[in-house]
């Protein structure tokens, strides 16, 4: 599993005065604590509030980059702000996110190729979010052909087949682990799949029990990567032991150590 | 789900010692603990140790009866034992189990017709336990058959791809999920699915962790029923929530405690 820690996020309070302090021990522990925690990738979003986005990006990538050469997912809908993100990556960028729609397609799968970055492709359009897995998986085809035809390799390319709060959508969770699992058969090598996890939890009581509950399932599914909390140790523990079960890690009794290690 | 309650199994000392001296109030206890955890049904093995096995399993049959009228899983691999532990059941009988051989089918199935019982069907024969899917669907779809030709109805009949423990098949676990989903395409309607599922954690360090992923990510693979313990809270709360997932329980914010009460 390919884990995107996603707490460098300006939709959280510690990192949103962060920005605004220009305050890099926070932003820099919260790195290292994800890296060490198991994430091999890190999302960097502004958040809602800063007053010069563009900037807060730059600082964040920058800031990041001084203690940790991994990969970073540029979390942002406006392309000026992505494109300056992926120009201060260390390593590999993660455009997160475009949508199915063509003018997106056409803008964003450019810059992937541009910056020899990853792209996270949401199953959504103008008309919204599909309810069932069909219309999800013809989104995802969409932008399959797109990228196949911007010349993307299927490795470079993450399908998220968008949950939502399973408390306001509950409909929708089954239909996005059906997802996962058609979006391995649009074509061959497939992409691969994504979800951000923890929206499925939005207002439940435990939101960890229920973000790592789905996460075990979408492993069943055949997910591949996830943006996640790397610090619940519960999530983690649960996404290790479905990965043992579906024998992509060898078992050995400190398998959770092992993988850990790795 | 349809959950089987594992705990009066002789296998257990403190089953083996009540069997022993005719202590009641044990296996009462057991009985009254997994119901009010949520179990729907209560397996009953007299365990390895009984010097007079058949007298074991009508004292323990009759002992429950006495403060439940739970649908019982007679758990034995003797004849004589089994039809006697479905005599004296209260209401449903479950026979636990029939392998896919035809000499066993053809004592079995007509078993279960005459004390109306459900039967679980291992998708084992002499041969062994088949590696893949594939062969575990075929004895699975030889059962289906001799089941439709005795008459018995497909939700009387559960098939138990047969979980082995993930330290020494490791490569066993994906292919039990993929032979549930296979089941579901074997006729219409077609035949209930259910693991014995502890097995899959024997010798892990961590049992309850191993068990309550496993589960969730059968439940996403479209598990109907589980032999598990009710009494490992985690388990069923990982059991509750990803039935939740899969849309089988309304949402409410108190969905753990809701279904409890069911």
């Known amino acids: 599993m390919f884990i995107i820690g996603e707490r460098i996020n300006g939709m959280f309070k510690d990192v949103a005065k962060a920005i605004k302090e220009g305050d890099k021990a926070i932003i820099q522990d919260l790195a290292r604590q994800q ?8 999302d960097v979003n502004v958040g809602p509030a800063p007053e010069e986005p563009l900037r ?41 996110s ?9 803008r964003l799968l450019p810059l992937a190729r541009k910056y020899n970055a990853s792209i996270i492709g949401l199953t959504m359009n103008k008309s919204g979010i599909p309810q069932d897995a069909q219309s999800r998986a013809e989104i995802a085809a969409q932008i399959v052909t797109s990228a196949q035809e911007q010349g993307l390799a299927m490795s470079d390319l993450y399908i ?28 061959d090598p497939p992409p691969r799949t994504i979800l951000g996890l923890s929206n499925v939890s939005q ?45 992509k890690q060898i078992y050995c009794d400190n398998y959770l150590q092992a993988y850990r290690k790795k």
Chains 1, 2 share one sequence.
């Open 56 to 96: 807060a990006m730059e600082w964040l990538v920058t800031t990041i980059g001084e203690v940790t050469d991994a990969p970073l997912a540029i979390d942002t809908t406006k392309f000026e702000i992505m494109e300056s993100g992926l120009k201060l990556c260390k390593s590999k960028g993660i455009i997160n």
């Open 160 to 187: 998220d087949a968008v949950i939502l709060p399973v408390n306001v959508a509950q409909d929708h969770s089954r239909e996005v682990l059906e997802t996962i699992r058609q979006c391995k058969l649009l074509c």
């Open 203 to 247: 207002k439940t009581l435990d939101r960890s029990l229920v973000n790592r509950t789905y996460l075990a399932m979408a492993v069943a599914s055949g997910l591949d990567a996830a943006i996640v909390d790397p610090l619940d140790k519960d999530l983690m523990n649960s996404m290790i032991t479905a990965e043992l079960l579906m024998g």
């Open 35 to 42: 890296m060490e925690a198991g994430a091999d990738a890190l």
């Open 98 to 106: 475009t949508s199915g729609d063509k003018e997106k397609l056409d």
